[in-house]
C-alpha cells in the first residue's frame, strides 16, 4: 500500500467517525413530523429503576365539547358537555374530575365531581350537564387530580346572548359633542397628498402613500392599494389600526381598493402626537373635550372624506366598508356611526365596549397581561383621591362604542373569541344588540382568545363579495 493509498484511507475513516457523530447529534434535534423532539433510547439500569421512571411518564389528552358547534346555548336547555380522556401512562391513573361555573366576574355558581379511573394506556368519555341560567357569559372550569397527573382546562359558553341588555348611560349632550367636533374638524383643510411609491409597487398592485391633516391640524398618514387589472370603479376597504398597530400596505386583494389607515400615534402616524410618555389611552383621560380618542375619532372620519373626493383614482366611493379588529373594532362602529357614507362594517373583538362592565370584569378577573381597560383602571389607581373610577367613565360615556351603536344602520358582522379577556364577550355582545341595522350576523369563536378564527375571515371575505355584489 503506498503513502497516497494510507492518507486517503484514514481520511476516509475521519469523515466515517465525524458523519456518524454528526448523525447521533441530528436524532437528539431532530423534530418528528408531529413537532415533538426525537430523544436518543432511554438506558436502562440494573435495578430497573428507569423502568419504574418511564411507567410514570405520559400525560391525559384532553377533548373537551359543547353540545353545540359554537358554546351558545338557548336560555331554557341545559349546557351538556362531553369530555374525552385518552390516558398514554403505563400505569392506571384514578382521581377526581370536577367541574365548576362561575360568571364572567368570577362568582362561582355551580360545582360538581365524580371519581374516575384509567386503566393503563386506557380511554374514557366524561358527559355533564349545567342547569339553566340567565342570559350572560360564564366560565368552566374542569380539574382533573389524578394519580399522576394533574390540570385544569377553562372554557367559555353563553347563554341567549341576543337577550344581554346593558345599562345605558349615554350623556343627554352625547350627539351635540360630536356634530360639534365634526364641525370643527370641517373647518382644518386636509391638503391631501397622494404619492404613488414605486419601490413598494407591484406589477399587479399599485402602492400610494396618503397624507392629510386632521384634528388639530396634525399630519396623518395611510397606505392607499389599488389592482392594475380592475373595473373602472372597485370597491373599498377601508381599515382601521388596533391598539398602538401599525397599518402597511395591504398587498393581497385584487377586488378591492385597500386604505390602511394609521391614526396619530399609529405607524407611518406615530409622529402626529407626544404623549411624553403617558400610556397612550390615558392621554388626557380626565377631560372629555381633550381626550386623545376624540381627535383619534376624528382622524377616523377624516379617512372618509379622503376616500369620498379621490374616486378618479378608480375607486367607487359609494361603496365603503370599513373594517377593524381590537381597537379598530371600536373604530369602525363609531366611524359607521358618524358617517352615513360607510355602507358596510366588519368587526372582530370590539375593544371598549359597554366599557363601564369591561372594567369591572377586568377587576374582577385579572386577566394575564396588562391590556387598554386595564390601563384605564390603573390610571384611576395611580391617581388615588384625585380620581374616581366613576369620572373616568363619565369621560368614556362619550367614547364607547355601544352608545355610538344605535346610529350604525349599514350592514354589520361581527366576529368574537369566547376566551377573549380583553374584550369580555358579554360587553361585546351587549354593543351588538344596541346596534341601529337589522342586518347584523354575530359569528363565534368558542376556543379562540382575542382574536377569531381563520374561517371567519373566508366568510368576512364572502360576505363582503355578496354585499358588494362582486361576481
Known amino acids: 500500500m503506498n503513502v497516497k493509498t494510507c492518507l486517503r484511507s484514514v481520511l476516509i475513516c475521519g469523515m466515517l467517525i465525524l458523519l456518524t457523530h454528526a448523525l447521533t447529534l441530528a436524532q437528539l434535534v431532530k423534530p418528528s413530523k408531529t413537532g415533538s423532539v426525537i430523544s436518543p433510547p432511554p438506558r436502562h439500569s440494573a435495578d430497573g429503576a428507569d423502568k419504574e421512571e418511564n411507567e410514570e411518564d405520559g400525560e391525559i389528552l384532553i377533548k373537551v365539547k359543547a353540545g353545540t358547534a359554537n358554546?351558545?346555548?338557548d336560555e331554557?336547555?341545559?349546557?351538556?358537555?362531553?369530555?374525552?380522556?385518552?390516558s398514554t401512562y403505563r400505569l392506571k391513573q384514578e382521581g377526581k374530575f370536577s367541574y365548576t361555573v362561575s360568571t364572567d366576574e368570577g362568582k362561582q355558581l355551580f360545582e360538581d365531581s365524580v371519581h374516575i379511573a384509567l386503566g393503563r394506556r386506557g380511554s374514557k368519555?366524561?358527559?355533564?350537564?349545567?342547569?339553566?341560567?340567565p342570559p350572560g357569559f360564564y366560565q368552566l372550569s374542569i380539574r382533573m387530580n389524578l394519580t399522576a397527573y394533574d390540570d385544569t382546562i377553562k372554557k367559555v359558553f353563553g347563554i341567549a346572548p341576543f337577550k344581554i341588555a346593558a345599562p345605558q348611560h349615554r350623556p343627554a349632550d352625547f350627539d351635540a359633542f360630536w356634530k360639534k367636533s365634526r364641525q370643527m374638524l370641517d373647518k382644518i383643510q386636509p391638503d391631501y397628498k397622494v404619492t404613488e411609491q414605486k419601490n413598494l409597487s407591484t406589477p399587479e398592485i399599485k402602492v400610494y402613500l396618503v397624507e392629510m391633516r386632521s384634528w388639530g391640524n396634525a399630519l396623518i398618514k395611510g397606505w392607499l392599494t389599488i389592482p392594475v387589472k380592475k373595473d373602472k370603479f372597485i370597491p373599498i376597504r377601508y381599515r382601521v389600526p388596533g391598539y398602538l398597530v401599525e397599518m402597511k400596505p395591504s398587498m393581497i386583494e385584487d377586488d378591492f381598493a385597500v386604505f390602511q389607515l394609521n391614526v396619530r400615534g399609529n405607524g407611518n402616524s406615530k409622529d402626529?402626537?407626544?404623549?411624553?410618555g403617558i400610556q397612550y389611552n390615558n392621554y388626557h383621560l380626565e377631560s372629555k373635550d381633550n381626550y386623545i380618542y376624540r381627535a383619534v375619532y376624528m382622524d377616523c372620519l377624516r379617512g372618509v372624506d379622503f376616500l369620498a373626493s379621490h374616486g378618479y383614482l378608480g375607486m367607487d366611493v359609494n361603496r365603503i366598508a370599513i373594517d377593524g379588529g381590537s381597537q379598530g373594532g371600536c373604530l369602525a362602529v363609531v366611524t359607521a356611526a358618524l358617517d352615513q357614507r360607510i355602507k358596510g362594517v366588519?368587526?372582530?373583538?370590539?375593544?371598549?365596549?359597554?366599557?363601564?362592565?369591561?372594567?369591572?370584569?377586568?377587576?374582577?378577573?385579572?386577566?394575564?397581561?396588562?391590556?387598554?381597560?386595564?390601563?384605564?383602571?390603573?390610571?384611576?389607581?395611580?391617581?388615588?383621591?384625585?380620581?374616581?373610577?366613576?369620572e373616568m367613565y363619565r369621560v368614556w360615556d362619550y367614547y364607547d362604542p355601544m352608545h355610538f351603536a344605535p346610529d350604525v344602520q349599514c350592514p354589520v358582522l361581527m366576529g368574537i373569541g369566547l376566551m377573549d379577556e380583553l374584550c369580555p364577550p358579554r360587553c361585546s355582545v351587549a354593543m351588538f344588540n344596541q346596534l341601529g341595522t337589522s342586518q347584523k350576523e354575530l359569528w363565534v369563536s368558542?376556543?379562540?382568545?382575542?382574536?377569531?378564527?381563520p374561517i371567519y375571515y373566508r366568510h368576512q371575505y364572502s360576505w363582503l363579495r355578496e354585499f358588494f355584489l362582486l361576481p
Open 76 to 86: 331554557a336547555s341545559y349546557i351538556d358537555y362531553k369530555v374525552d380522556l385518552k
Open 346 to 390: 366588519t368587526t372582530e373583538v370590539p375593544l371598549y365596549s359597554d366599557l363601564r362592565e369591561a372594567s369591572v370584569i377586568t377587576m374582577k378577573v385579572p386577566p394575564k397581561n396588562e391590556t387598554p381597560v386595564w390601563h384605564l383602571n390603573n390610571f384611576v389607581k395611580r391617581r388615588g383621591r384625585s380620581a374616581s373610577m366613576e
Open 71 to 73: 358554546a351558545i346555548f
Open 125 to 133: 368519555t366524561v358527559k355533564f350537564k349545567l342547569p339553566p341560567n
Open 272 to 276: 402626529a402626537i407626544n404623549t411624553f
Open 446 to 453: 368558542a376556543d379562540k382568545a382575542h382574536e377569531v378564527d
